[in-house]
Protein backbone atom coordinates (compact mmCIF):
# COMPACT_ATOMS: atom_id res chain seq x y z
CA UNK A 1 0.00 0.00 0.00
CA UNK A 2 2.93 2.64 1.06
CA UNK A 3 4.60 1.96 -2.46
CA UNK A 4 1.46 2.72 -3.79
CA UNK A 5 0.92 5.82 -2.42
CA UNK A 6 4.12 6.88 -3.21
CA UNK A 7 4.09 5.68 -6.70
CA UNK A 8 0.66 8.06 -7.03
CA UNK A 9 2.47 11.03 -5.16
CA UNK A 10 0.18 10.57 -2.60
CA UNK A 11 3.30 10.66 0.12
CA UNK A 12 6.52 10.98 -0.57
CA UNK A 13 8.34 8.20 -2.39
CA UNK A 14 11.24 8.20 0.81
CA UNK A 15 8.43 7.58 3.09
CA UNK A 16 6.26 5.29 1.17
CA UNK A 17 9.87 3.20 1.28
CA UNK A 18 10.00 3.60 5.29
CA UNK A 19 6.55 3.07 5.61
CA UNK A 20 6.72 -0.56 3.53
CA UNK A 21 9.68 -2.00 5.40
CA UNK A 22 8.28 -0.96 8.74
CA UNK A 23 5.24 -3.24 7.68
CA UNK A 24 7.56 -6.21 6.32
CA UNK A 25 8.84 -5.92 10.33
CA UNK A 26 5.55 -5.92 11.46
CA UNK A 27 4.59 -9.24 9.19
CA UNK A 28 7.85 -10.65 10.97
CA UNK A 29 6.83 -9.74 14.40
CA UNK A 30 3.72 -11.23 13.78
CA UNK A 31 4.56 -14.41 11.82
CA UNK A 32 8.06 -15.08 12.85
CA UNK A 33 8.29 -12.99 16.41
CA UNK A 34 11.10 -15.53 17.59
CA UNK A 35 13.54 -14.18 14.79
CA UNK A 36 12.76 -10.05 16.14
CA UNK A 37 15.93 -8.56 16.97
CA UNK A 38 15.01 -6.57 19.86
CA UNK A 39 17.65 -4.06 19.53
CA UNK A 40 16.25 -3.55 16.01
CA UNK A 41 12.75 -3.15 17.32
CA UNK A 42 14.30 -0.45 20.34
CA UNK A 43 15.18 1.37 17.03
CA UNK A 44 12.10 1.70 15.26
CA UNK A 45 10.52 2.71 18.69
CA UNK A 46 13.29 5.44 19.63
CA UNK A 47 13.77 6.51 16.19
CA UNK A 48 11.06 5.43 13.69
CA UNK A 49 7.85 6.77 14.74
CA UNK A 50 7.89 9.82 13.80
CA UNK A 51 7.30 8.26 9.90
CA UNK A 52 4.15 7.27 11.04
CA UNK A 53 3.30 10.44 12.03
CA UNK A 54 4.51 12.33 8.84
CA UNK A 55 2.53 9.36 7.26
CA UNK A 56 -0.80 11.02 8.95
CA UNK A 57 0.35 14.49 8.24
CA UNK A 58 0.98 13.80 4.62
CA UNK A 59 -2.40 11.93 4.27
CA UNK A 60 -4.30 14.82 5.62
CA UNK A 61 -2.94 17.58 3.73
CA UNK A 62 -3.82 15.25 0.07
CA UNK A 63 -7.15 14.97 1.51
CA UNK A 64 -8.14 18.81 2.30
CA UNK A 65 -6.11 19.06 -1.69
CA UNK A 66 -9.02 16.69 -2.62
CA UNK A 67 -11.46 18.18 -0.55
CA UNK A 68 -12.59 14.94 1.14
Given at each position: M ?56 R ?5 E????
Open positions: FITLGKHEVIPKELAEKLAKMARFRNLLIHRYWEADMRYIMNIVEDSLGDVEEFMVIEEYMRRGV
